[in-house]
T-cell receptor, first 111, second 113 residues
Framework: GQQLNQSPQSMFIQEGEDVSMNCTSS?????WLWYKQDPGEGPVLLIA?????ELTSNGRLTAQFGITRKDSFLNISASIPSDVGIYFC???????????FGQGTRLTINP | EPEVTQTPSHQVTQMGQEVILRCVPI?????FYWYRQILGQKVEFLVS????????KSEIFDDQFSVERPDGSNFTLKIRSTKLEDSAMYFC???????????FGQGTRLTVV
């Protein structure tokens, strides 16, 4: 089945640094979603992307839908302690009524 | 802000017992889902439900699993005879008219002993 590969798997950064993570697929997605999950909680939707090339921001977060429709990246600027968590990319395979998730990028911030 | 709510937050059950996980999706949403997440792993799709029937299910969703929307607000997942490997976080989600942006509940942690 379709898989989403996220990199890096984990990141250790200093507070205030910018963060970049990405997600790739072997097949085309028409929608890319980015979620954040805190420990013991459900995934929270951060950004939704619907068009190839689209660049969308949500506060300090910026995400882009790759031109090939096979990748997306998420940037976080000026990281703060509450940015700690696991970030997942997700998307619906064409014609499917479900989301496929990447394996996540775990973000740790040193104060 | 509307949200998906799940009960209970934690359920411990004996192997072989039946469990029912409950969810109240966002009220005007049309698509309903169950996902699960084994500790430390990614979120996996189980089943989607639209127009009072299953629209898609994964290989994980075998005959031991069933879903129901017994009334206009609740959406349930039943596991008939739990196995140790069913231990996981189970998330309910719902999405609106286009079925893409899914909003997740807080999850039910199921522990099978």
């Amino acid at each position: 089945g379709q898989q989403l590969n996220q990199s890096p798997q984990s990141m250790f950064i200093q507070e205030g640094e910018d963060v970049s993570m990405n997600c790739t697929s072997s097949s085309i997605f028409n929608t890319w979603l980015w979620y954040k999950q805190d420990p013991g909680e459900g995934p929270v939707l951060l950004i939704a992307l619907y068009k190839a090339g689209e660049l969308t921001s949500n506060g300090r977060l910026t995400a882009q839908f790759g031109i090939t429709r096979k990748d997306s990246f998420l940037n976080i600027s000026a990281s703060i302690p509450s940015d700690v968590g696991i970030y997942f990319c997700a998307g619906p395979p064409e014609g499917a009524q479900k989301l496929v998730f990447g394996q996540g990028t775990r973000l740790t911030i040193n104060p | 802000e509307p949200e998906v709510t799940q009960t209970p937050s934690h359920q411990v059950t004996q192997m072989g017992q039946e469990v029912i996980l409950r969810c109240v999706p966002i009220s005007n949403h049309l698509y309903f889902y169950w996902y699960r997440q084994i500790l430390g792993q990614k979120v996996e799709f189980l089943v989607s439900f639209y127009n009072n029937e299953i629209s898609e299910k994964s290989e994980i969703f075998d005959d031991q699993f069933s879903v129901e929307r017994p009334d206009g607000s609740n959406f349930t997942l039943k596991i008939r005879s739990t196995k140790l490997e069913d231990s996981a976080m189970y998330f309910c989600a719902s999405s609106g008219w286009d079925g893409t942006e899914a909003f997740f509940g807080q999850g039910t942690r199921l522990t099978v002993v």
